[in-house]
Structure formats: C-alpha cells, structure tokens
C-alpha cells in the first residue's frame, strides 16, 4: 500500500522548505491546534510542542491502533518535537516565556481561561513578546455568553447547525470528519502565513504596521462559516432545509443509487444542460427532459421523488462500470460510495504515490500526502515525537547554562503533573 521512502530525505530534494528558519510553538491538544502546527511542519517550520509530563495531549490516549499509539495523534503531529514543562509553577512558565524569546509564533487551543491564568493574554503577549504572531483557537470566542464554555468538535457542529442538515430527516448526524476542527486549524495556518508574509515586507510598505500580531479563531465562528450555503438560504426564506441523506437540498438530482451488482454509485448535476444529458443520454428519459416540471434546477427539486424513482430503476437494471462509462461519456460527474477499507487501497491513490512513510515511537507507519502539491517543494513529513523526546536539545537549543537547566528542574519545571489545560 506505501510507497517506501525516506521523508527527511525527500524533503531536501528540490531546495529548503518555505517555512524552514520559522519557530512554532505549540500549547496544544486534541485536532484543531494540532493540524495547524503540522501544517506548518509539513512546510519546514520548527514546531515545539509543549506538553504537560503528566500524560502529554490527551489525544495521545485515545486509543493504540497505530503501532500503539492513537490514530489522532499519529495523524496530527508528524514533524514535531515535544517538550514537557510544568506550566503551572513559574519555573516553567520561564523556560515556556524562553523559547517565546526566540520563536516567531505560538498556537494555543488550551480550556478555556487557561491562557490568561498563564500570562499568555494577547495584551500580555504584545508587551513581552512585541515580535511574536500568537494565535489562540477556542470554541466560541471571546465576548459571547458562550465564551466560557468547552467546545469540541461534535459540541461546536451542533451549536452551529451543521448537525441539522446532515443525516436524514428525523435523523440529524455529525459529518464524519472533524469539519470544526480541521477548518479552524486551517483558517489558522493561512493567517500565520499571511501575517509571516506581512512580516517581510520593507519598512514603510504601505499596509499594517509589521512586527507581532495576535489572532483568535474559534470552532463555532468557523462552523458557521461553513454553513454559509444553508445559513444564507434560512436567512432569505426562513425555512430550514431537511437534510438529504447522500442527496443535496440545493441541487437535484445529485444522490447515491444501488446498481445491480450490489454497489453504490453516486450521480450529481449541477446545471440545466447535465440534468438534459442524465435524462436523454444514460436513463434514456426523453419524457423527463421534455417534462417542463424539470426545466429549472428549482422545479427539480421540488419534483426530486420523481427523478430519484426513475433513476433508481435505471441503476438498478445496470451495473457499476457500466453506469459510470455512460456518466463519463456524457461529461456527468459520478462516483462509487467507499467504505474507509476502499480507500486505503484505492487504486487513484497508488497511481499518484499519494502514500509515505513516516517514523513513530511504534515504529514506520504510512501517511498520506498533504493535499497541496507545491512545484519544486516536497513537503517535510518529520517523525512523530514520544512524549517529551526532544526536552534536552531543544533546552539545548536556548544557549543557557547546565547549571540554569539544572535550577529549573529543581524548582519543578519538568516535574510530573496532572493537567486540564
């Protein structure tokens, strides 16, 4: 299934990594934060996660299918290096501020309030770290009456609505994937970037003023966001739509249908003149194309019974190739529905070498690609760190001395601690 390959290696082949010389560091858990820093790690950053010594990530335990460790973590943190501090004696909060010192941002999804009993306001930050880009990710934002509350992924998708229109009627449903939680990561990583680029203009470019800046994203502020298509119709028509299973309430027909050989293939139009093309060319359905009821995406929808029937009983007569030869002859976009099991060995991801190798604590395990494919750069795809691996190099790192080291282990800085950060 991967393809073998050493990541360091492929790393370098085309050149340094865009984000090689950046220090990320990382005051994370869970998905959000995480899948931000590996972002930036897949593209050369330095990211320095700090984790508590009394357990690390809590998502480092959710289960131990991965080589024995948890298919979360293993998916959120390649590339990494892992740091445990006591952040809750001041010892550690010196060694934390220490390598604020020398880092060009810091990510932070902790419980909420919990970066403000650290010292780690933006206010704060601005005043002891004017240089530093710090982003925090939380669940609702700050100002709200929900401000104070925990929010995961599932608790902000329902907050938002996004549970409403997925599932079937009577039967809402979390989307599988983590929606909140990867799009917060990823509104977050494309504001580093931006505030890094703003970072290198010349004194005086026209634009904000350059140095540090604070950003907050939150899961429900986002979630709503993706539910900009279903908010945007409620608003207008003040009706909510009831989700469609497989189907779209927006488009019709676009839904899954059973095929004689017991798979499922999925058909979608988007328009008029592919609506005419499904109707005439594959169920060979003149009569509907003629049908004024389905001239208009609109009248579709309201009549979809009728087309989702006519549909099933033409795929239900055929089999999976054959209905998506005649899709792709007639320019129709389709698809088969996989299980998780499909697409580890799908035959489109072999074909482009989408699978790598990474190291683990458990050993080689294999990785998927980043989506974004960059001429000329091969994306990092560094090791999973164990807890706290690279404490000793990345104090190291700081320049200070054996006996300062030695004072803060004294004082507690990388002592044992249970933490609800």
Same mark, same amino acid.
């Given at each position: 299934?991967?393809?073998?390959?050493?990541?360091?290696?492929?790393?370098?082949?085309?050149?340094?990594?865009?984000?090689?010389?950046?220090?990320?560091?990382?005051?994370?858990?869970?998905?959000?934060?995480?899948?931000?820093?590996?972002?930036?790690?897949?593209?050369?950053?330095?990211?320095?996660?700090?984790?508590?010594?009394?357990?690390?990530?809590?998502?480092?335990?959710?289960?131990?299918?991965?080589?024995?460790?948890?298919?979360?973590?293993?998916?959120?943190?390649?590339?990494?290096?892992?740091?445990?501090?006591?952040?809750?004696?001041?010892?550690?909060?010196?060694?934390?501020?220490?390598?604020?010192?020398? *880092?060009?941002? $810091?990510? /932070?999804?902790?419980?909420? !309030? =919990?970066? +403000?009993?650290? @010292?780690?306001?933006? %206010?704060?930050?601005?005043?002891?770290?004017?240089?530093?880009?710090?982003?925090?990710?939380?669940?609702?934002?700050?100002?709200?009456?929900?401000?104070?509350?925990? *929010?995961?992924? $599932?608790? /902000?998708?329902?907050?938002? !609505? =996004?549970? +409403?229109?997925? @599932?079937?009627?009577? %039967?809402?449903?979390?989307?599988?994937?983590?929606?909140?939680?990867?799009?917060?990561?990823?509104?977050?990583?494309?504001?580093?970037?931006?505030?890094?680029?703003?970072?290198?203009?010349?004194?005086?470019?026209?634009?904000?003023?350059?140095?540090?800046?604070?950003?907050?994203?939150?899961?429900?502020?986002?979630?709503?966001?993706?539910?900009?298509?279903?908010?945007?119709?409620?608003?207008?028509?003040?009706?909510?739509?009831?989700?469609?299973?497989?189907?779209?309430?927006?488009?019709?027909?676009?839904?899954?249908?059973?095929?004689?050989?017991?798979?499922?293939?999925?058909?979608?139009?988007?328009?008029?003149?592919?609506?005419?093309?499904?109707?005439?060319?594959?169920?060979?359905?003149?009569?509907?194309?003629?049908?004024?009821?389905?001239?208009?995406?609109?009248?579709?929808?309201?009549?979809?019974?009728?087309?989702?029937?006519?549909?099933?009983?033409?795929?239900?007569?055929?089999?999976?190739?054959?209905?998506?030869?005649?899709?792709?002859?007639?320019?129709?976009?389709?698809?088969?529905?996989?299980?998780?099991?499909?697409?580890?060995?799908?035959?489109?991801?072999?074909?482009?070498?989408?699978?790598?190798?990474?190291?683990?604590?458990?050993?080689?395990?294999?990785?998927?690609?980043?989506?974004?494919?960059?001429?000329?750069?091969?994306?990092?795809?560094?090791?999973?760190?164990?807890?706290?691996?690279?404490?000793?190099?990345?104090?190291?790192?700081?320049?200070?001395?054996?006996?300062?080291?030695?004072?803060?282990?004294?004082?507690?800085?990388?002592?044992?601690?249970?933490?609800?950060?």
């Amino acid at each position: 299934m991967a393809a073998e390959s050493d990541p360091g290696a492929s790393s370098s082949a085309c050149g340094v990594p865009p984000l090689a010389g950046i220090t990320v560091v990382a005051l994370e858990q869970a998905v959000s934060a995480p899948m931000c820093t590996r972002v930036l790690a897949d593209l050369g950053a330095t990211v320095i996660k700090v984790e508590n010594p009394g357990g690390g990530d809590f998502a480092r335990h959710y289960d131990d299918v991965v080589a024995g460790q948890a298919a979360h973590f293993v998916w959120c943190n390649r590339g990494k290096k892992s740091i445990t501090i006591n952040l809750k004696n001041s010892a550690g909060l010196e060694v934390l501020h220490r390598l604020l010192d020398s *880092a060009d941002v $810091l990510v /932070a999804n902790l419980a909420p !309030g =919990a970066t +403000a009993r650290l @010292g780690l306001t933006p %206010a704060e930050l601005a005043e002891r770290h004017p240089e530093l880009i710090s982003v925090e990710i939380d669940g609702y934002g700050p100002g709200g009456p929900l401000s104070h509350k925990r *929010a995961y992924d $599932l608790l /902000a998708q329902a907050e938002s !609505g =996004a549970c +409403a229109i997925t @599932g079937s009627p009577g %039967a809402p449903a979390k989307p599988g994937p983590p929606m909140a939680d990867v799009a917060s990561g990823l509104f977050s990583a494309i504001s580093i970037l931006s505030l890094l680029l703003r970072r290198e203009r010349p004194p005086g470019s026209p634009g904000p003023a350059r140095g540090g800046a604070q950003v907050q994203v939150s899961l429900f502020d986002t979630m709503t966001e993706l539910m900009g298509y279903a908010l945007n119709y409620t608003l207008h028509t003040g009706i909510n739509q009831e989700p469609r299973g497989m189907g779209s309430p927006a488009v019709a027909p676009y839904g899954s249908y059973g095929t004689t050989d017991g798979q499922t293939v999925v058909l979608g139009t988007t328009n008029d003149r592919e609506w005419q093309r499904l109707a005439r060319d594959i169920i060979g359905r003149d009569d509907l194309a003629d049908d004024s009821r389905f001239t208009s995406n609109s009248g579709r929808v309201s009549h979809r019974e009728i087309l989702d029937e006519a549909i099933t009983d033409w795929c239900g007569r055929h089999d999976l190739a054959e209905i998506q030869k005649r899709a792709d002859d007639a320019g129709i976009g389709n698809a088969r529905y996989n299980t998780p099991l499909d697409v580890i060995d799908h035959p489109h991801l072999r074909a482009r070498d989408r699978w790598r190798t990474i190291d683990t604590p458990g050993g080689p395990v294999p990785a998927l690609l980043p989506p974004a494919v960059i001429s000329g750069v091969d994306p990092v795809m560094g090791p999973v760190p164990a807890l706290g691996e690279h404490t000793d190099s990345i104090l190291a790192a700081l320049e200070v001395t054996a006996d300062e080291v030695a004072r803060w282990h004294e004082r507690g800085a990388f002592g044992t601690v249970k933490s609800d950060l």
